[in-house]
């Protein structure tokens, strides 16, 4: 707890008071996440472009998404957001969805805002067979069968419980997958659903991979699950279909955006009514492996480097 108050101290009174002193040293300062949009209230001289990568928490705050909600104070800080953005001389937004969201939210026309889709931050690409066999073999991944692979934290908004009741409904189609979970470690409730389900012997937990070890998954995985509730990008899409991967994601947006046709979508709120879209997405799978390969590319880092150049330009000169 000391930690996270000494935290607090330095992002908003030491870190805003040494960015006040560099006021005006500069054309345009650019604000890299919303979440500390409030810095835009104490810059006057120079102009500040804020980077929105979602409005979700803002949305728990005030319109109740499950799992987001937030307490007095955090209200008060997603307030301090808002108040922050609007505040900005412009905010370039990761999604449409985004981008809609920020416009509702904050009230700001169109002219003050710009949609620049996000891109791969790192690296990712197919590993070759022979490493990838290698790195599986030592996170106890099997490769006596396809795996299913999902890569998420524990937050609600991931909806983990899906994958678990999908794999029931598949076993019960005579269709039986290991699906490994990477990232955050399970949950005391995920393991008891998977005992309940009677699959915990298809449920493997990969926790914190390394970035070698999540291509490696990525590249050895017969198809990415993605099925969330609510996002503000997706980025796991585009890391899966980097490396090769067809993906099923959810019938919702940022997902449809993201994925552009390139996915199987399916009902983030009934596993066992997306069966029919699973199996014959399996039974096509170098169709949307195909897919990926072309989606993919959409997000190279280059691309945004170059629209946010253009932005920045933009900017300075008006």
């Given amino acids: ?13 030491l870190f805003r008071s040494a960015l006040r002193r560099a006021d ?3 054309d345009l300062i650019h604000v890299m996440d919303h979440s500390s949009a409030m810095y835009c209230l104490a810059l006057r001289r120079s102009k500040v472009l804020v980077t929105c990568h979602d409005m979700l928490a803002v949305r728990g705050a005030f319109e109740g998404l499950p799992g987001l909600e937030r307490s007095f104070l955090g209200k008060l800080q997603q307030r301090w957001i808002v108040s922050g953005l609007r505040a900005a001389d412009h905010v370039a937004c990761v999604s449409e969805f985004t981008h809609r ?34 790195l599986l073999d030592r996170l106890g991944v099997p490769r006596d069968r396809p795996f299913l692979l999902n890569v998420s934290s524990g937050l609600h908004r991931k909806n983990r419980p899906w994958l678990l009741r999908l794999a029931s409904a598949l076993r019960k189609a005579g269709q039986s997958f290991p699906i490994v979970i990477a990232g955050a470690g399970l949950s005391d409730q ?17 926790e914190r991979p390394s970035d070698e ?22 980025l ?37 009514g997306s069966i029919a879209t699973v199996l014959e997405a399996f039974r096509d799978r170098e169709r949307w492996a195909e897919a990926a390969k072309r989606n993919a590319p959409r997000f190279h880092p280059d691309r945004m480097v170059r629209e946010y150049v253009e932005l920045y330009q933009r900017l300075v000169t008006t």
Avoid: H
Wanted: hydrophobic share 40%.
């Fill in 1 to 13: 707890m000391p930690n996270k108050w000494l935290a607090y101290l330095d992002k908003y009174l």
């Fill in 24 to 26: 005006g040293q500069y």
């Fill in 101 to 134: 969201d920020v416009l509702r939210i904050t009230g700001l026309t169109e002219d003050r805002t710009t949609l620049v889709l996000n891109s791969l931050y790192k690296p990712m690409e197919p590993l070759p067979q022979e490493k990838t066999k290698v």
């Fill in 190 to 206: 995920l393991r008891e659903l998977a005992t309940k389900l009677g699959i915990e012997a298809d449920i493997f937990s990969v």
């Fill in 213 to 234: 070890e999540l291509q490696a998954l990525y590249s050895g995985a017969f198809f990415f699950l993605f099925p969330s509730l609510f996002e503000g990008f997706g």
């Fill in 236 to 272: 796991p899409i585009i890391e899966a279909q980097s490396c090769g991967c067809p993906v099923i994601t959810s019938d919702r947006e940022p997902m449809r955006e993201v994925a552009a046709g390139s996915c199987p979508l399916i009902d983030p709120g009934d596993p066992e």
